[in-house]
Every structure is written in C-alpha cells, then in structure tokens.
C-alpha cells in the first residue's frame, strides 16, 4: 500500500476539481479538506487493489452532500461573492463563466458531468453515486454537455475545430 501522502499528490487536483464543479469555487476547498480527512481515517482499511480514484470521489460526494446540507441551514447572504475569474485559461485555476454555466445544470447532470468527465469514473459507478442505471448516468452526463455547449461560450480554437 502506497504512502496517503501519494494518494493526495497524486488524486488531490482531480478531488479538488470535482469538489469545483459540484459545490462551486466558495466550498471545494473545504470540501476537499473534509474528504482527504475522512480518506485519510479510513486509508488503513481499504483493500488491495481498490479502484483509489472512485473511492476518493465517493466520499468527495458524501461530502458535497454535508456542505449542500449545511448550507440550506445558514441563512441566505444578502451580497452574491464576486466571483474569482481565471488568471491562466488552465483547469486548475477556476473560471467563474464556467461555474455558471455548471450551476445552471440540475444537480445531477452537474454531478455526472463532474464524476465522468473531471474524475474519469465510468458510468456504473457514477450510477451507483447517484443513485439509477448506468443507463440513466450516461444520459444526464450527456445531456449536461449538451447544455453546457449552448451555455458556455466556445473559445476561438473550439470554434475552428467546429
């Protein structure tokens, strides 16, 4: 078994992207905090050979729930957050056009989009998250790229590559 600290070098950007696209820029951090702890108590006792990357994303959406939960407690804020545009265009920094364009998704074509397409897990398993077929998985990951294609606006290369 692996060292965790190689666990998080190597899964950390992913878990963090994935906490992005679900929560929005204002929570992954903390979300991506609370997953690493939780995986972290829980590393000892994961078997051989466990797919590492679907485990990680597992409890980064149990922890997504924790936030979303918690922030329907709190009160509403009256200011809306500026939000925090991309410095570099590179998917590590966060582009806030992108993030409307993802919050105008349902949730769950949110989360599969966010599950296959910035975690890479298959759509069983996406499926086992959310709760549905695979079937079903697929359809809202491929309906949310449809609707994030009408939403976001292409950049010059995406548009000559058309």
């Known amino acids: 078994m692996q060292p965790f600290e190689q666990i998080v070098t190597a899964y950390g950007p ?7 696209a679900v929560l929005g820029p204002e929570d992954a951090d903390d979300a991506w905090s609370e997953t690493f702890v939780a995986a972290m108590r829980a590393y000892p006792g994961l078997p051989a050979g ?41 998917p590590e920094d966060w ?9 105008g ?16 897990l298959p759509y069983k398993e996406i499926a086992g998250l959310l709760g549905g077929s695979t079937d079903a998985a697929r359809r809202a990951a491929a309906d949310g790229v449809k609707n994030l ?7 010059d290369h995406e548009e000559m590559a058309r």
Request: hydrophobic share 40%.
């Open 105 to 120: 998704l349902p949730d769950k074509q949110r989360q599969a989009v966010a599950y296959h397409y910035l975690a890479g």
């Open 149 to 155: 294609r009408s939403t976001y606006p292409a950049t």
């Open 14 to 20: 992913m878990v963090l992207r994935v906490c992005r």
């Open 50 to 90: 466990a797919n590492v990357e679907a485990w990680l994303v597992t409890i980064a959406h149990r922890k997504a729930i924790d936030v979303t939960r918690a922030a329907a407690r709190r009160p509403t804020p009256v200011e809306a957050l500026p939000e925090r545009p991309s410095r570099t265009g590179r």
């Open 95 to 103: 582009d806030g056009d992108l993030w409307q364009a993802l919050r």
